[in-house]
């Protein structure tokens, strides 16, 4: 384990992840179809969300 260095994620840049926004149409008490936005924490696929990488 000699040399392993814990540094900050360049993907996320220690973030962890980023929030993505999903636009979809849903349907309101009366029925009627309405624009929503949908906000979702998607975590950093290079870190698997630990917004640290071990190098060495
Ligand atoms: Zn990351």
New binding site residues.
């Given amino acids: 384990m000699a040399g392993a260095e814990i540094r900050t994620?360049t993907?996320?840049g220690g973030l962890?992840g980023t929030e993505k926004t999903e636009h979809t149409l849903e349907r309101d008490a009366e029925g009627r179809l309405a624009p929503k936005a949908h906000h979702f924490w998607s975590p950093?696929s290079?870190?698997g969300g630990s917004?640290t990488v071990v190098v060495g």
Avoid: Q, S
């Fill in positions: 994620c993907a996320c962890r950093c290079m870190c917004g």
